[in-house]
């Protein structure tokens, strides 16, 4: 099996109201699970907030009990963080240190830089798991980018 059809790359918004929290949580995890039984075993995020965390911590959860499972971080520059809360800052650190590989699609943050961290992950993934609740932003463009290059797409909103 090639090693794209084994990879599954994640976006999703930055916000998810509290209310729909656990029920995402539970859509991400199952769909890790049946996703793991059909042979893939890499899972690709972008380090953002939002889901992007929740999907790393997800993995990361579930490697405990799927031990095969790899967390590959691919994050758009080294100074992604320059501008969050220490809290924030602390868990991405702890993501990235937990992490089975982490990739930077650039060295410094630039105008087109996360578009570029997206593409990166869509390309060497066969299936996208988003959390996508309306039709524009960074999300949106990822999926229908990912849709363009042939990825089987999984919303779990």
């Known amino acids: 099996m ?14 998810i109201p509290e209310k729909d929290l656990p029920r995402v949580q539970r859509n991400l995890e199952q769909t890790i699970i049946k996703l793991y039984e059909r042979g893939v075993v890499y899972y690709g995020t972008g380090g953002a907030l939002g889901f992007d965390t ?5 993995v990361l959860r ?5 031990p095969k ?6 994050l758009p520059c080294k100074d992604q963080t320059r501008d969050w809360k220490a809290e924030d ?19 410094n943050y630039t105008r087109g830089c996360m578009h570029e961290r997206n593409r ?7 299936v996208c798991v988003c959390y996508q609740t ?4 960074g999300t949106a463009y990822t999926v229908h980018y990912a849709q363009d ?7 779990v909103v």
């Open 2 to 15: 090639k090693k794209r059809n084994m990879t599954c790359c994640f976006t999703g918004h930055r916000q």
């Open 54 to 58: 929740l999907a790393a911590e997800t």
């Open 62 to 66: 579930l490697r405990k009990n799927y």
């Open 69 to 74: 499972l790899r967390l590959i971080l691919v």
């Open 89 to 107: 800052v602390a868990k991405y650190e702890e993501i990235r240190q937990r992490a089975d590989k982490v990739v930077y699609t650039g060295e």
């Open 120 to 126: 990166h992950l869509v390309k060497f993934s066969s």
């Open 134 to 137: 309306r039709n524009n932003g």
């Open 149 to 155: 290059k042939g990825l089987h797409i999984i919303n």
